[in-house]
Structures are given as structure tokens and as C-alpha cells.
């Protein structure tokens, strides 16, 4: 199952049609002519910026302002995470990341006020319950 395949390229001013399957450049090529423009092909550019991760975090805000609004904390929360997600949004990431830092702390603190205050509002009626029996 050796086949050699010959292929014969006739020249390009001769009128008869050609004996041989031509890819489709070369068709064009035969067909058009070479390109009119000497000029060497232009290249374009495009600079796309890696997009640096700032996490705002919109939806912790949101959890602790929903569930454990000790203080007004998780509320607090919330609109710095969205003036963080308003600063990446223009660009400014240095901003960004100000807010979000400021978000994340306000939102451990609200998480760990509100896990205090369930876990009181847990615990001290049940000592009170113990000593009243």
C-alpha cells in the first residue's frame, strides 16, 4: 500500500487548466495573482491586565447583616464591601482593597460578636433554668 503521489506544478502564464489538486491558497494564488501590497503585514497588539483578585466580600456582608447584625456591624460591613466593589469596578484596586480590608475585619467582628451572643443567649437561660429547679 506504497503510493507515491507526483505533483507537477505547471507554470503560472500558461492558459491550459491545471492537471493537479491545489490546495485552496495556492488556487487563489494562481487564480488572483500575488498580493498587489508589497508591504509587509501589520501586526496588532492588544494589551489585556490580569485582573488582580480584591475579594469584597458583598455576600459575608450580606450573611452577617441578614442573620448577625450585632452593633450594626454587618450593615457596616456591607457598605464598604459594595464601595469596594465600586472601586474595582472603576479600577482603582488600591481603594478597592482598603475597603475590603476594612470589610473583612468588620465582618470578623461581627461573626464573632454574633456567635457570642448566640451562644449566651444559649447558655444563660439554661443556668437559669438549672437553678431555679
Not at 122 to 133: H, K, R, S, T
Request: proline share 6%.
Amino acid at each position: 500500500m506504497n503510493h507515491t503521489v507526483q505533483t507537477f506544478f505547471s507554470p503560472a502564464g500558461t492558459d491550459r487548466p491545471p492537471n493537479y489538486e491545489m490546495l485552496k491558497e495556492e488556487h487563489e494564488v494562481a487564480t488572483l495573482g500575488a498580493p498587489h501590497n508589497p508591504a509587509a503585514p501589520t501586526s496588532t497588539v492588544i494589551h489585556i491586565r490580569s485582573e488582580t483578585s480584591v475579594p469584597d466580600h458583598v455576600v459575608w456582608s450580606l450573611f452577617n447583616t441578614l442573620f448577625m447584625n450585632s452593633c450594626c456591624l454587618g450593615f457596616i460591613a456591607f457598605a464598604y464591601s459594595v464601595k469596594s466593589r465600586d472601586r474595582k469596578m472603576v479600577g482603582d484596586l488600591t481603594g478597592a482593597q482598603a475597603y475590603a480590608s476594612t470589610a473583612k475585619c468588620l465582618n470578623i467582628w461581627a461573626l464573632i460578636l454574633g456567635i457570642l451572643t448566640t451562644i449566651l443567649l444559649i447558655i444563660i437561660p439554661i443556668l437559669i433554668l438549672q437553678a431555679y429547679q
